[in-house]
């Protein structure tokens, strides 16, 4: 009983520290600026006004201009959907060939591939800068797909091996000798069992990709630069008076793809990590 | 030119040689049960008929096709799993017909051939479930029907029986040669169960570590064994193997046994050209538990029935028959006599022992003497 009263107090301790925070950001972000400048930071807001976030949204500064988050808010959406779809596609078919169709040193370039998921970003931001000229790829939208999608593969091959190891290799020689071929059984049979680790390559990438400043910053320019690029820019524009409301604002909805994301798919997120450890 | 032959096959990983050169040959709609314990290579050679490996040296013919260099599909097979693998996401009818489609059957004829499959196995009603919605029987059910419905000329079995529990594997088993008596087709069945090798095949053929030990029908291979391994493979309770010395008895040859300090000398008959040169050297006496039985005073008399009087070590009762074990030469030797006549631990019986089907070893090569 007394051990039962204590995990709880703990629980809702660490919820509170936890939650804490978020709870600032929400109250602040529904703020005005005088009641911010004369109540506690975590008093709940008198007045509550959305005008911080539609401020933030539409025409907060970042830098010179002063147009919101928006634009940056969609900047993201283009590359990152391209950049999650494509890498988390080409996790698929590589942990398929890695697991089902084995050739002399695949292993051996499956243990090579998992040496990218320990490299630092700042390690290849030379290396990539140098790829992206030799290729001659302009586009901020397309460098920036290019740079995750080859930064992200690593993760999603080993993800998609880690399944499929488990999944058993009878299936593929049933469907061989049933005539069907490499896309076929990938495609009829492999891909519909598929459904949970998809959805954790799919939140593990949107999240790294969404939340990623450094590529971002260093591979994009201008108009076209990611939400975090734009996030840093407002917070810190440095002309005209401290809007911390407008920060908090601006700060959350750059948070709000990541949080959707893991609601909507979050049960599946669980399922799917444990899915490879335990033989189902 | 048979339904399967198979010529000269090797397999060979790097050093490591699997199979060392197998032959086997077959006729259209038998069965072919390749049998041996784990490790032998039977399912690797299983895998090479099915193009799922490929051949180190030698020449596999399906019918009169050379097929070494032919992909799975085009090997006009079928095969059934010991995992069953059937594809989780598709229904029992979608599995069946998955095959088909690949094909390019026209889908009226795909339906009409589900219905027909899954008449023969009784399963028409379990035809929208999934996989997972079914036990492991009805499971078995479908692999076999997924092969069925391409109507192959040959059949691949890879223990498929041996994920079931012993009431239904017995089932399984009857269905299989049902089945085959009724589809008539060619069929290679592997497994490590002496039972389904003897009750299921038209020819076995016994595996030891990438050999071919013996190849011919159950009964030849029960009865007359190439040598030690596949005589004590076959059969269940095994067959004893006696050490035993071979002596000269009155103007013939005979082994000598020991029971309690009794020593008996049994004639050895008809192999007694063949063992005439062992006088004084010992052989390994091969003698199956029902070959030795309580006395049956009608039988005695008969040439190449011996009797002996021995202490019971030990009864076993099966239902059917009761196993008895004595000493002979120091060895545990198991016999199989009627409940009504068995006797009890430390008691003695006299025991009739049936040497018409006796089979002698050489201790050292362990091949057959006679």
Redesign the interface.
């Given at each position: 009983m007394l051990g039962q009263v204590i995990i709880y107090t703990l629980l809702i301790l660490v919820c509170i520290y936890y939650l804490l925070p978020l709870f600032v950001m929400v109250s602040t972000s529904l703020k005005s600026l005088d009641e911010i400048r004369t109540g506690s930071l975590i008093a709940l807001p008198g007045d509550v006004t959305f005008a911080a976030w539609i401020k933030a949204w539409d025409s907060a500064c970042t830098g010179v201009q002063c147009q919101g988050m928006k634009g940056y808010f969609w900047n993201s959406m283009r590359f990152v959907i391209p950049a999650v779809l494509i890498s988390t596609a080409i996790g698929a078919i590589n942990g398929y060939v890695l697991t089902m169709w084995r050739f002399k040193g695949s292993d051996m370039l499956f243990s090579l591939l998992m040496i990218g998921c320990f490299i630092p970003f700042q390690v290849v931001l030379l290396p990539m800068a140098r790829t992206l000229g030799w290729l001659g790829i302009a586009n901020t939208t397309t460098r920036l797909v290019f740079v995750h999608v080859v930064y992200g593969l690593a993760f999603t091959t080993l993800f998609f091996r880690n399944f499929y190891i488990s999944v058993?290799e009878?299936?593929v020689?049933?469907?061989?000798?049933?005539?069907?071929g490499f896309f076929?059984i990938f495609w009829?049979?492999i891909l519909?069992?598929s459904i949970p680790i998809i959805v954790v390559s799919i939140i593990w990438q949107f999240t790294q990709i969404w939340n990623d400043f450094l590529f971002g910053v260093v591979f994009s320019s201008g108009e076209r630069q990611p939400i975090t690029v734009a996030l840093n820019n407002l917070v810190n524009t440095s002309t005209g008076v401290k809007e911390y409301n407008v920060d908090m604002a601006a700060a959350i909805i750059a948070a709000l793809p990541t949080l959707f994301v893991y609601v909507v798919a979050g049960k599946y997120f669980v399922r799917g990590l444990t899915a490879g450890a335990v033989k189902g | 030119m048979g339904a399967l032959s198979i010529r000269a096959v090797r397999k060979a990983y790097g050093q490591v040689e699997i199979l060392k050169g197998i032959n086997i040959e077959i006729e259209a709609g038998e069965f072919l049960i390749l049998v041996g314990p784990s490790g032998c290579g039977k399912s690797t050679l299983l895998s090479m008929i099915a193009g799922l490996d490929t051949i180190t040296s030698g020449d596999i013919y399906i019918g009169d096709r050379l097929v070494n260099k032919l992909s799975p599909k085009d090997r006009d097979i079928a095969m059934v799993f010991q995992s069953y693998a059937l594809y989780p996401n598709m229904t029992v009818r979608g599995n069946i017909a998955f095959g088909l489609e690949i094909r390019k059957v026209p889908k009226n004829e795909q339906d009409k051939i589900v219905q027909r499959v899954a008449q023969i196995l009784q399963m028409e009603h379990l035809l929208d479930r999934k996989p997972s919605q079914l036990s492991g029987g009805q499971r078995q059910r479908v692999a076999m029907g997924r092969a069925i419905a391409r109507d192959p000329t040959l059949f691949l079995f890879d223990e498929p029986l041996s994920n079931l529990d012993a009431k239904l594997r017995v089932e399984m088993r009857t269905e299989i040669k049902l089945l085959h008596q009724r589809v008539g087709k060619t069929i290679v069945y592997v497994t490590h169960d002496q039972i389904e090798a003897m009750t299921l095949g038209d020819k076995i053929a016994v595996m030891k570590a990438g050999e071919v030990q013996q190849f011919g029908t159950p009964q030849q291979v029960y009865d007359d064994p190439a040598n030690l391994f596949v005589a004590s493979f076959m059969g269940s309770p095994s067959m004893n193997f006696i050490t035993c010395p071979v002596v000269s008895a009155g103007s013939g040859v005979g082994v000598q046994l020991e029971n309690e300090g009794n020593t008996f000398v049994f004639p050895v008959n008809h192999a007694e050209p063949k063992l005439r040169s062992w006088v004084g050297k010992e052989v390994i006496l091969g003698i199956r538990p029902e070959q030795i039985t309580h006395k049956n005073e009608s039988r005695v008399g008969e040439p190449h029935i011996q009797s002996a009087n021995c202490k019971v070590e030990l009864t076993e009762p099966t239902g059917p028959d009761t196993l008895v074990v004595i000493h002979l030469n120091g060895k545990e030797t198991v016999c199989r006599v009627h409940p009504m006549h068995a006797k009890f631990h430390g008691e003695r019986m006299e025991l009739m022992f049936d040497m018409a089907k006796a089979v002698y070893f050489d201790p050292k090569t362990e091949q057959r003497l006679a």
């Amino acid at each position: 009983m007394l051990g039962q009263v204590i995990i709880y107090t703990l629980l809702i301790l660490v919820c509170i520290y936890y939650l804490l925070p978020l709870f600032v950001m929400v109250s602040t972000s529904l703020k005005s600026l005088d009641e911010i400048r004369t109540g506690s930071l975590i008093a709940l807001p008198g007045d509550v006004t959305f005008a911080a976030w539609i401020k933030a949204w539409d025409s907060a500064c970042t830098g010179v201009q002063c147009q919101g988050m928006k634009g940056y808010f969609w900047n993201s959406m283009r590359f990152v959907i391209p950049a999650v779809l494509i890498s988390t596609a080409i996790g698929a078919i590589n942990g398929y060939v890695l697991t089902m169709w084995r050739f002399k040193g695949s292993d051996m370039l499956f243990s090579l591939l998992m040496i990218g998921c320990f490299i630092p970003f700042q390690v290849v931001l030379l290396p990539m800068a140098r790829t992206l000229g030799w290729l001659g790829i302009a586009n901020t939208t397309t460098r920036l797909v290019f740079v995750h999608v080859v930064y992200g593969l690593a993760f999603t091959t080993l993800f998609f091996r880690n399944f499929y190891i488990s999944v058993p290799e009878e299936l593929v020689k049933a469907a061989k000798i049933d005539g069907a071929g490499f896309f076929k059984i990938f495609w009829r049979i492999i891909l519909p069992l598929s459904i949970p680790i998809i959805v954790v390559s799919i939140i593990w990438q949107f999240t790294q990709i969404w939340n990623d400043f450094l590529f971002g910053v260093v591979f994009s320019s201008g108009e076209r630069q990611p939400i975090t690029v734009a996030l840093n820019n407002l917070v810190n524009t440095s002309t005209g008076v401290k809007e911390y409301n407008v920060d908090m604002a601006a700060a959350i909805i750059a948070a709000l793809p990541t949080l959707f994301v893991y609601v909507v798919a979050g049960k599946y997120f669980v399922r799917g990590l444990t899915a490879g450890a335990v033989k189902g | 030119m048979g339904a399967l032959s198979i010529r000269a096959v090797r397999k060979a990983y790097g050093q490591v040689e699997i199979l060392k050169g197998i032959n086997i040959e077959i006729e259209a709609g038998e069965f072919l049960i390749l049998v041996g314990p784990s490790g032998c290579g039977k399912s690797t050679l299983l895998s090479m008929i099915a193009g799922l490996d490929t051949i180190t040296s030698g020449d596999i013919y399906i019918g009169d096709r050379l097929v070494n260099k032919l992909s799975p599909k085009d090997r006009d097979i079928a095969m059934v799993f010991q995992s069953y693998a059937l594809y989780p996401n598709m229904t029992v009818r979608g599995n069946i017909a998955f095959g088909l489609e690949i094909r390019k059957v026209p889908k009226n004829e795909q339906d009409k051939i589900v219905q027909r499959v899954a008449q023969i196995l009784q399963m028409e009603h379990l035809l929208d479930r999934k996989p997972s919605q079914l036990s492991g029987g009805q499971r078995q059910r479908v692999a076999m029907g997924r092969a069925i419905a391409r109507d192959p000329t040959l059949f691949l079995f890879d223990e498929p029986l041996s994920n079931l529990d012993a009431k239904l594997r017995v089932e399984m088993r009857t269905e299989i040669k049902l089945l085959h008596q009724r589809v008539g087709k060619t069929i290679v069945y592997v497994t490590h169960d002496q039972i389904e090798a003897m009750t299921l095949g038209d020819k076995i053929a016994v595996m030891k570590a990438g050999e071919v030990q013996q190849f011919g029908t159950p009964q030849q291979v029960y009865d007359d064994p190439a040598n030690l391994f596949v005589a004590s493979f076959m059969g269940s309770p095994s067959m004893n193997f006696i050490t035993c010395p071979v002596v000269s008895a009155g103007s013939g040859v005979g082994v000598q046994l020991e029971n309690e300090g009794n020593t008996f000398v049994f004639p050895v008959n008809h192999a007694e050209p063949k063992l005439r040169s062992w006088v004084g050297k010992e052989v390994i006496l091969g003698i199956r538990p029902e070959q030795i039985t309580h006395k049956n005073e009608s039988r005695v008399g008969e040439p190449h029935i011996q009797s002996a009087n021995c202490k019971v070590e030990l009864t076993e009762p099966t239902g059917p028959d009761t196993l008895v074990v004595i000493h002979l030469n120091g060895k545990e030797t198991v016999c199989r006599v009627h409940p009504m006549h068995a006797k009890f631990h430390g008691e003695r019986m006299e025991l009739m022992f049936d040497m018409a089907k006796a089979v002698y070893f050489d201790p050292k090569t362990e091949q057959r003497l006679a």
